[in-house]
């Protein structure tokens, strides 16, 4: 079987300053998009899980990993992530703790961000909320073959 593996590719300009915790670009490889919905730190009962910025985080990254997965995508997938917090200062306190949580979840590879800082999120005991899109690469064809992209990475 013959094809190409194709890849999301990170892109960070020499005249930009250098990214901390993000990606300044990322050129997605063709295939289908997944649009995740805010996820925050909600337990299965509805509740709001965890009292601190990193606590929330690591619950909100679950739910978001597990909205993804149910989609067909995996955490390599996601290209685009905002992050919502109640907290600009408590955030940039948890820094260290919350580039831990965010490699767990979601790989060491970081995507295309945004962090803002809202008053409020629908929950008033949320003080985090993600929300994401992936793109599964989809079908690379050749003359006369088509082969999915992941599955020449799980061959390799």
């Known amino acids: 079987m013959s094809g190409e593996a194709v890849h999301h590719r990170t892109i960070n300009p020499p005249e930009l300053a250098p990214p901390v915790g993000f990606a300044h670009a990322v050129l997605a490889a063709p295939g289908r998009v997944i649009f995740l919905g805010g996820q925050t730190a909600q337990g299965g009962d509805g509740a709001i899980q965890g009292?601190?910025?990193?606590e929330q985080f690591d619950v909100a990254a679950a739910n978001l990993?597990?909205?993804l997965t149910a989609a067909g995508g995996r955490p390599h997938d996601l290209v685009c992530l905002q992050i919502f917090v109640t907290d600009m200062a408590a955030y940039r306190a948890a820094r260290s703790e919350l580039a831990t949580i965010y490699q767990r979840h979601l790989g060491?590879?970081?995507v295309a961000s945004?962090?803002?800082e809202v008053t409020g999120l629908l929950d008033p005991a949320a003080?985090?909320?993600?929300m994401g899109i992936?793109?599964?690469p989809g079908t690379?064809?050749?003359p006369g073959t088509a082969v999915r992209a992941d599955s020449l990475e799980e061959q390799a």
């Open 108 to 110: 060491r590879r970081y």
């Open 114 to 116: 945004a962090l803002l």
């Open 134 to 136: 992936a793109v599964i």
């Open 51 to 54: 009292s601190t910025v990193a």
């Open 65 to 67: 990993v597990t909205a």
């Open 127 to 130: 003080k985090v909320e993600l």
């Open 140 to 142: 690379v064809a050749t």
